[in-house]
């Protein structure tokens, strides 16, 4: 079995042992210098759907979703219905009509589809064997999926097109979009190839083509990586990348973070990592980098190199939820600890100091070895190995932020398990701004 | 007063015939275009020269004449029973008065009448005519008994009353002559809302009273025709008897006064149909309208009855049909018994007649209405005239500053900001939702002094056009837009022309008159006089005369007359949205200003003492009285200095005098017992500033806080530039002391004090941040204290925390040298007063360079299209460094103060959203004692 061992040079380490990884109060590179508290939900904020360039929805355990204007901070629209939690979300446009609609899921297995302009339920499904846990929708064939206990292909005014019974007892937990109106859907440890076939008179069917079961833990994470890889993240840590046309697997990382204390120490910590410790939460990419939340660190995968980018093992002080790359440098986590982190990939400053304490081993499986067991075993030190450096933090939540969206630099939502809302924000530009707005008023009302 | 009544004596030697005491001062009302905009290079009045030493060395040793204790309302009434009465004071407490003799009292006022009150017949109508009399305001003083009051004359309708008015007079009674002078814009409006509400009141009863007389004198003649249709069918013997003659008669008599009342219900709709002249009467257009359509109701249902032939057949069966459609139909079948004799009864005097109480003639709920808001400017007017102009002053300095008015200084009261603002809103006894304010254009009250040269050259083109308009508006039809007393002068000219001599009337004509006077010597005062009485054949050329001669009178400068200047200023400046004053209506001042009114004609209820008044008037100047108000008390236009330096200087002027006189702790009792009434009804919040006592002890809080800790520099500049404050602390009282002291730092902090929390004793959230600017924490030692500091150091990022048990101050370094003057330990300023106007006028001059700051394009906004932000962000850093001279730490003061501008400006009051909380990323360093 290959690990990685990522440890990290003796200050780092020793930051990260106390737990505390503080950039203190001085962060002149984070321009989150103004905040606006969004209330409105009574229980925990699970889901941010950006809507367009700017609204927000969120949605969570109370059930209710909320429109937001992210410019003003207002809330424009309480979309109420649902009885229960909110299991899933998306923003829905369909290519004929152009029109963004968002469709919701919840536990009492009821499906919506809501006007975002009006607030009006313009479409629900309700009593539907199980509760739906993932949305998926096609928008260039105007169709939406939704993943539970069965699998089902809608049309966009709610009629139902093909069902897919039975998936287990965990059901379909990620879904995703492949090539060729093939769809990828998570199923335990498995990852389900349909394709979708429609015929002359509009009838839709699914067929299902393989299964692969690389993973050896529940798949937490499915993403499309770009239009010929997608990726796949398990509770054990592994990550896996796929092709995405012939469903073959690509590269099988398994990250297994463990300290390299030399001494008394590293005798007491030689035990085996607690799951949740390197479970996979969230994957995210930007087609040339992966970045994986894995339990409490995060982890850049050079999709080029194929190799590891750049890691922190304890960048958050518990588990990371959501992910994002800002940029090909930067990036941003979040987590059950409440902040939400800004990183940025940096080159190891000195090329004699040892790049990386940390071990890692890959296993790399070629075309022919689709399945099963690794091949091959090495493993490498990757000198040129990059650092992840916090530049940045958001302190705001008194709960586990669940999830964020970015809007470039009109700001960033967060939501979070304290049932409230953040919008954070260029302080220098929102002043530009509202100077802007200031001469305009004046000059509208000619003078003071 | 002594000095005073010396000097009447002096000015007029001649004049045997004169009254003795009332000691008429006059008051005349500047028209508009006197308003010369003011001469740049003239000094501000401010700067000038205050004129005290001239004045006597004691101050109050003059109101040691007065026999009532405090200021005092007096309501009068000219009774035609028993003369001028009292009928009630305001304070109602007996202790007031004192031994101030009242009914005295009420004579002297009550003489001064100069409404036009003409009353009767007149030749072309032959009914008898309601006098449409506009208020007139006088101020008078007795030096024999140390009285001064602004008297108030209003004229109510009674159908049992003589010529149908009742005259009545509200009077605020002072020992203060200046106070009054100087309170006379404000008296005069204030009285003036009381005024029309009685009168709104007065004028639905009397409609009502109308009505049911209508009514019962149908219904007479009904009884009546029946009667005579009955002797008719008897047989023609009976037909010329005695009693058929008295019976054809009485019916005529009734038919007559049908017609009267009908007449009289016409002129009472038309009452508010007419524009009113007096530029302080506005009323509640709801509740004129309402009254209006009440009245043309009752027309249209009279009018019905249009001929009495008609109505001989109608009258028969038109009882019936009024029972149907009657509104008190109880009242009719409960009053057949009214004979037509009543209609007599007017002509009659009545001594035995019980007339009718002010309650009565007014409407119940506006009587009590009336009464309230007249408490309530008792209330206002309390206290010292230092007290109360500084506040004034300091009010007409703050409007000046609507921008950044937020930042710092509570805002001013709705209502009487809109007062002052050159909008009336008129009172509404009936609490209409008032949205119906109409422009006030404030009369230039002028007192009477030498006359100084000022040119009108400025506006010849509209005093051209005023008097085409006058000329017209005379010549067209009588009912046209003019007012009524103009009406009912034109109508008496033609009557008699002899009467007018020794009348004296309507509020400013006849005030203008004695200022003319005045400015005159007695001589040509008697040619002025003749001219006038034969010019009211001609009024055109009277009025032309009269334009001459304000020329020279225009000038002398008041207080008020500079405050309204201000008003009109501001008018200009500030209010551009709102419509400019109606110059129509200026015109039409103009217009009247050359009218002689003549009033009491031999039906006149007024005073007998009224024929000798004009020889008798003389206008008394309390010489020294001038002085003052020509320079300390008068507020410069402020567009002629910077706004800071316009603030400052008055501020220390008063100051001091203010501090003077105040108690050693900082509490002021004249100030604050002022105060304290005015901001009652205010709404006063938690850990809010509302009243100056208030202030001052936090202001002597803060001093103390200043003197005990080295780094409150470093507090006060966390306040300042928007980073939340948190004093922890175990003690409540200490940190609420602390957090009232601080109070006074922390910007736009709400009507209420909304920004600030004074006490707080469970953990923070981020959601508090937002909203409190300064918090004081309860320090406490248990699970919850745990977890409270648990989120003071999870927000450390966000706040400075100072803490009064250890004495220490976390926040980021502070090194400026802006708030040096106003945080120094080693200040001299010992007292809270002095310390609160310190900081006041430190935080204003901020606030000014702030809206600077705001409101320049360039330091925001790039000027080409090749510059980006990083050029703006350097102009700006070079705006604060080098033109303002503020290093780092204290641009963020105005970066944050002009930030807050900025949002309020932009800011519609009500937003759904939740305010942006703004924040930087510094390291903070912890200082200790």
């Known amino acids: ?448 | 007063m002594t000095v005073s009544g010396a000097a009447v004596s002096n000015a007029f030697p001649g004049n045997t015939t004169m009254i003795g005491s009332p000691d008429v001062v006059a008051f005349t009302r500047e028209d508009e275009y006197g308003l010369a905009s003011p001469d740049p290079s003239t000094l501000p009045e401010e700067f000038s020269v205050p004129l005290h030493p001239l004045a006597d060395p004691n101050p109050w040793a003059k109101t040691s004449y007065a026999k009532f204790t405090k200021d005092f309302i007096l309501i009068s009434e000219f009774s035609e029973q028993v003369g001028p009465q009292p009928l009630l004071t305001i304070p109602d407490d007996p202790k007031v008065c004192g031994t101030f003799d009242l009914n005295y009292f009420s004579l002297r006022i009550m003489s001064v009448d100069y409404q036009a009150s003409f009353v009767g017949h007149t030749p072309g109508s032959g009914y008898p005519r309601l006098s449409f009399v506009e208020d007139s305001r006088v101020v008078l003083g007795d030096s024999k008994e140390g009285a001064f009051a602004y008297v108030h004359h209003l004229t109510l309708y009674d159908l049992e009353a003589r010529g149908f008015v009742r005259p009545f007079c509200m009077a605020y009674v002072a020992a203060d002559e200046k106070k009054i002078m100087l309170q006379f814009q404000e008296l005069s409006l204030r009285f003036s809302q009381a005024s029309e509400c009685l009168k709104a009141g007065n004028r639905r009863a009397f409609a009502k009273e109308l009505q049911r007389k209508l009514q019962d004198l149908e219904y007479t003649h009904s009884v009546l025709q029946k009667e005579e249709g009955i002797q008719r069918e008897a047989g023609p013997q009976s037909m010329y008897s005695a009693h058929a003659v008295e019976k054809a008669n009485e019916l005529a008599n009734v038919e007559k006064s049908i017609y009267e009342h009908r007449d009289l219900l016409k002129q009472i709709s038309s009452y508010h149909r007419r524009q009113r002249r007096d530029p302080y009467a506005v009323s509640c257009q709801k509740c004129v309208a309402e009254c209006l359509s009440e009245c043309e109701e009752l027309l249209d249902k009279y009018a019905k009855l249009a001929s009495p032939f008609s109505y001989s057949q109608k009258g028969l069966m038109g009882e019936g049909g009024d029972d149907g459609e009657g509104e008190e139909d109880g009242d009719n079948e409960d009053k057949p018994s009214y004979t037509p004799q009543l209609i007599k009864g007017k002509s009659a005097k009545c001594f035995d007649k019980r007339l009718k109480t002010l309650q009565e003639l007014c409407d119940e709920t506006f009587y009590e209405a009336t009464v309230e808001l007249l408490k309530e400017t008792e209330k206002s007017f309390r206290g010292e005239l230092c007290c109360l102009h500084t506040r004034r002053l300091d009010r007409a300095l703050r409007r000046k500053h609507k921008v950044v008015n937020f930042l710092f200084e509570e805002d001013l009261d709705d209502h009487e900001s809109e007062d002052e603002a050159g909008r009336l809103r008129p009172f509404c006894a009936v609490n209409h939702s008032i949205d119906n304010c109409v422009q006030l254009v404030p009369p230039h009250i002028v007192l009477a002094t030498e006359a100084v040269d000022m040119s009108q050259a400025e506006h010849p083109g509209l005093v051209d056009v005023a008097f085409e308009a006058s000329a017209a508006q005379e010549l067209g039809a009588v009912e046209s837009y003019l007012e009524s007393s103009a009406s009912d002068q034109t109508l008496e000219t033609q009557e008699s022309s002899e009467e007018t001599k020794g009348s004296f009337s309507s509020d400013r004509s006849g005030v203008d008159q004695a200022e003319k006077r005045e400015s005159s010597d007695p001589t040509p005062d008697q040619n002025t006089d003749m001219e006038r009485e034969s010019s009211s054949d001609d009024m055109e050329t009277t009025a032309g005369e009269d334009e001459g001669e304000t020329e020279e009178d225009r000038t002398p400068v008041s207080l008020l007359e500079v405050a309204s200047e201000l008003d009109a200023c501001k008018e200009d400046e500030c209010e551009l949205v709102s419509e400019p004053p109606v110059p129509l209506d200026s015109t039409c001042c103009i217009a009247q200003e050359g009218f002689l009114y003549e009033a009491s004609g031999p039906h006149a209820v007024s005073c007998r003492e009224h024929v000798e008044l004009p020889e008798t008037l003389v206008v008394n100047q309390e010489p020294h009285a001038l002085l003052p108000l020509q320079g300390d008390y008068t507020v410069g236009s402020l567009s002629s200095g910077s706004p800071a330096a316009g603030l400052e200087l008055p501020v220390e002027i008063f100051g001091d005098a203010v501090s003077q006189t105040s108690a050693e702790d900082g509490s002021d009792c004249t100030m604050s017992a002022s105060t304290g009434s005015d901001r009652a009804a205010s709404p006063v919040g938690f850990g809010g500033m509302a009243t100056l006592r208030e202030k001052k002890k936090a202001a002597q809080s803060t001093l103390r806080f200043v003197r005990q800790y080295p780094f409150s520099m470093q507090a006060l500049w966390c306040l300042l530039s928007g980073r939340t404050l948190v004093v922890l602390g175990a003690d409540e009282g200490r940190v609420r002391r602390l957090v009232a002291a601080l109070t006074l730092f922390v910007p736009a902090a709400g009507k209420c004090g909304e920004r600030v929390q004074a006490w707080l004793s469970c953990p923070f959230t981020l959601t508090d941040l937002q909203r409190w600017k300064l918090i004081g924490l309860q320090r406490i030692a248990s699970p919850v204290g745990s977890s409270m500091i648990h989120s003071l150091s999870r927000y450390s990022r966000y706040i400075s925390i100072l803490d009064v048990d250890q004495k220490t101050l976390r926040c980021p370094p502070y090194r400026g040298r802006l708030l040096a003057n106003i945080a120094d330990h080693r200040t001299f300023i010992r007292r809270g007063s002095t310390y609160l106007l310190h900081i006041q006028s430190t935080l204003c001059r901020l606030a000014a360079k702030a809206f600077l700051l705001a409101f320049t394009h360039h330091l925001h906004l790039p000027v080409s299209s090749t510059e980006g932000p990083e050029d703006v962000e350097a102009r700006r850093r070079c705006f604060l460094q080098e033109q303002l001279g503020l290093d780092e730490e204290d641009s963020q003061i105005l970066l944050h103060l002009g930030r807050l501008i900025t949002q309020q400006y932009l800011q519609p009051p009500s937003t759904a959203a939740a305010p942006a909380f703004s924040f930087n990323y510094t390291t903070s360093v912890l200082y200790k004692i």
């Not at chain 1, 209710?64 to 219905?81: A, D, F």
């Not at chain 1, 299902?208 to 690389?214: N, P």
């Open chain 1, 1 to 448: 079995m290959l690990r990685w061992f990522l440890g990290g040079r003796e200050a780092q380490s020793s930051v990260e042992r106390s737990g505390v990884l503080s950039i203190g109060e001085e962060q002149p590179r984070n321009c989150f210098t103004e905040l606006q508290v969004l209330k409105g939900h009574f229980d925990i904020v699970r889901f941010l759907v950006q809507i367009d360039d700017f609204r927000c929805a969120s949605a969570g355990d109370d059930g209710l979703v909320l429109v937001w204007n992210i410019e003003t901070g207002e809330r424009l629209q309480e979309l109420r219905g649902h009885a229960q939690q909110i299991t899933a979300i998306i923003a829905f446009t369909c290519e004929a009509s152009a029109h963004t609609a968002l469709i919701t899921a919840s536990s009492d297995r009821s499906v919506s589809l809501w006007d975002p302009d009006s607030g009006n339920r313009v479409q629900t499904v309700s009593d539907l064997q199980s509760s739906v846990k993932c949305l998926l929708g096609l928008e260039r064939l105007c169709l939406w999926v939704s993943g539970g206990e069965e699998l089902c292909v809608w049309s966009k005014d709610f009629q139902l097109r093909c069902l897919h019974q039975k998936h287990g007892d965990s059901g379909v937990t990620a879904l995703i979009e492949l090539p060729k109106n093939h769809l990828a859907a998570a199923v335990d440890r498995e990852i389900v190839i349909y394709r979708l076939t429609l015929s002359e008179d509009s009838d839709v069917s699914l067929t299902k083509i393989r299964c692969l079961s690389d993973h050896r833990d529940q798949i937490r994470a499915l993403i499309n990586v770009n239009d010929r890889l997608f990726a796949s993240g398990s509770h054990a840590g592994e990550l896996i990348l796929w092709d995405a046309v012939d469903w073959n697997n690509l590269k099988y990382e398994h990250i297994l973070w463990e300290e390299s204390q030399p001494g008394a120490q590293s005798e007491i910590r030689m035990k085996a990592p607690r799951p949740s410790e390197m479970s996979i939460q969230h994957l995210t990419t930007n087609g040339q980098l992966i970045l994986a939340a894995v339990g409490s660190g995060l982890y850049v995968y050079d999709l080029q190199s194929k190799s590891v980018a750049a890691y922190r093992k304890a960048a958050h002080d518990s588990n990371v939820l959501h992910t994002l790359l800002l940029s090909d440098s930067e990036l941003m986590s979040c987590s059950e600890d409440g902040s939400v982190r800004i990183w940025e990939i940096q080159d190891l400053p000195l090329p004699a100091e040892p790049a990386s304490a940390g071990f890692f081993g890959t296993w790399t499986f070629s075309r022919s070895h689709k399945q099963s067991a690794p091949q091959s075993k090495k493993v490498t030190d990757f000198p040129n190995t990059r650092k992840l450096e916090l530049i940045g933090d958001l302190i705001g939540h008194s709960g586990a932020v669940q999830m964020f969206v970015s809007f470039g630099e009109d700001g960033l939502v967060t939501c979070s398990a304290d049932h409230l809302l953040i919008l954070w924000k260029d302080g220098e530009r929102q002043s530009r701004l509202r100077s802007q707005a200031l001469f305009q008023k004046l000059e509208e009302n000619g003078g003071l």
